[in-house]
């Protein structure tokens, strides 16, 4: 079992920089790929971007591509999400997904991930 616990969100002004955090319980960590996902009102929890449990690999949505980067520290059980060039549309609820898998084909998609955080909100104000 793993819990996450997202962190770092806020209210920023268009252009601004926030970075997430997602610290995890167990030991198990570094065996698990991992995502953060967004969720804005009314929309469906759409991928943001994921890293393999060794970090080698990295993917991006092409929303993001150039304005986030995607990290984790394996040592101290965390993930973190540096967001720049925050645009409004960039508004939501941020939520980190781990997986029992280290390594994730079908990474863009919810369901692959087995464990979730509660969420943290970000709103980029124009």
């Known amino acids: 079992q793993v819990q996450l616990v997202e962190s770092g969100g806020g209210l920023v002004q268009a252009g601004g920089s926030l970075r997430l955090s997602c610290a995890a319980s167990g030991r198990t960590f570094s065996r698990h790929a991992m995502g953060w996902f967004r969720q804005a009102p009314g929309k469906e929890r759409e991928f943001v971007s994921y890293i393999s449990s060794s970090g080698e690999y990295r993917f991006y949505a092409d929303s993001v591509k150039g304005r986030f980067t995607i990290s984790r520290d394996n040592a101290k059980t965390t993930m973190y999400l540096q967001m720049n060039s925050l645009k409004p549309e960039d508004t939501a609820v941020y939520y980190c997904?781990?997986?029992?898998?280290?390594?994730?084909?079908?990474?863009?998609?919810?369901?692959?991930?087995?464990?979730w955080g509660q969420g943290t909100q970000v709103t980029v104000s124009s």
């Open positions: 997904g781990a997986s029992q898998w280290g390594y994730l084909n079908d990474y863009r998609k919810a369901p692959a991930y087995d464990y």
